[in-house]
């Protein structure tokens, strides 16, 4: 087993076997240059669809996010035990509540441990000061990363730790361009995309660069834009129909290898970075969200674009009657899929629109 299917299966092992300090964190907003640069082993923790989270419902909203519910399930259950530390980024509502819930929880049960959470609350609306307190959050984010580890994180660390995240950032890119070009699945490439936030960054450019070409699909190429997906069993389901997904616009797709860390004082470039090149659902004007979608659509070079969004989703539905438009004035059709259940989806509804909507594109009979 290569190291890319070994993260895959066994999400935490190489975190548990790394020796050092373990932080974990959500999301693709998270600077994840400091946690190395501290001397610690930076562990993306991602929601798990076969998560039974009966007890982290008992706590938290019936309306949470499934893959919130998920990761407070992993928490409350001892999945995440390994972690000495847990970062959160203010970039979604329900992330921010998930970080509430898990103070409230230690405050009301302090014999049970749990990682300990660290808000970093970065904000993404693109004015002067939002810049200024962002660069107060990183000053602190440094500090707390210090003193989890002991270790002080100096620029030159900082420096090194940006190179070797953007060496991992530029391998995943030409990936992806082997995906566009059809050398690659898009289950490949959510399988890479994952992986690299799971293991060393050393181990992950070893293995990043020897993926085998495969016969991708070679039906209607189609944009995925939406919520993220935390496993590839749509991107399979697509696949199987005969579609080539070559774009994957959301915060488990290309969002993660996009813009790469600026070179002159680190943190300065990571405060740039993190506060206006790494997108979340809180990006802020609306209209850099639709320039972002439109230049996805032209770099996977897109024939059509599926819109895919959770049942507990509150924001990106609200997105959807614009870029929908925007879209058309393009000439690229949409398939809206709202309300997705996260634990337990429909598959063979989703079959079914698929089917349908690549069948009016013009590609032939599908076989399903």
């Not at 995440?80 to 230690?106: C, K, N, W």
């Not at 994957?248 to 813009?259: E, I, K, Q, S, Y």
């Amino acid at each position: 087993m290569n190291a890319i299917d070994a993260a895959i299966a066994n999400p935490t092992a190489a975190a548990r076997n790394s020796g050092l300090p373990v932080v974990g964190y959500l999301a693709n907003t998270s600077p994840v240059e400091m946690i190395r640069a501290a001397g610690a082993f930076a562990q993306q923790v991602n929601g798990s669809p076969s998560d039974d989270t009966a007890d982290a419902l008992a706590l938290m909203e019936d309306f949470t996010d499934g893959w919130i519910l998920s990761v407070f399930q992993q928490l409350l259950d001892g999945r995440l035990d390994h972690l000495d530390a847990l970062i959160v980024p203010r970039s979604s509502e329900s992330m921010l509540q998930l970080y509430y819930q898990i103070q409230d929880f230690i405050r009301l049960n302090p014999s049970r441990k749990l990682p300990q959470p660290i808000l970093f609350d970065i904000l993404h609306t693109p004015y002067p000061a939002t810049a200024k307190y962002n660069m107060g959050r990183m000053v602190a984010m440094r500090d707390r990363m210090a003193m989890l580890t002991g270790m002080a994180v100096t620029d030159d660390a900082l420096s090194a730790a940006i190179v070797e995240a953007n060496a991992v950032r530029n391998c995943l890119a030409k990936q992806n361009t082997r995906r566009i070009a059809g050398e690659i699945a898009a289950s490949t490439m959510w399988q890479l995309t994952r992986a690299s936030t799971l293991i060393a960054p050393d181990d992950f450019l070893a293995a990043c660069t020897d993926v085998p070409s495969m016969a991708a699909p070679d039906g209607p190429r189609l944009l995925l834009t939406g919520s993220p997906h935390d496993t590839e069993a749509f991107h399979r389901l697509v696949e199987s129909l005969g579609g080539a997904i070559t774009g994957d616009d959301h915060m488990a797709g290309d969002w993660w290898f996009l813009d790469p860390v600026s070179a002159g004082d680190p943190m300065q470039a990571l405060v740039d970075k993190y506060h206006l090149h790494a997108p979340s659902p809180r990006s802020f004007p609306h209209e850099v969200c639709d320039a972002r979608l439109m230049a996805a659509a032209r770099r996977s070079r897109a024939r059509a674009v599926i819109f895919f969004t959770d049942a507990r989703d509150d924001v990106l539905g609200f997105d959807y009657p614009t870029q929908r438009d925007l879209l058309a004035e393009h000439g690229l059709p949409v398939l809206f899929m709202p309300g997705q259940d996260y634990r337990e989806p429909e598959r063979a509804a989703q079959q079914a629109q698929v089917i349908e909507f690549m069948s009016s594109l013009g590609v032939g009979e599908i076989v399903a």
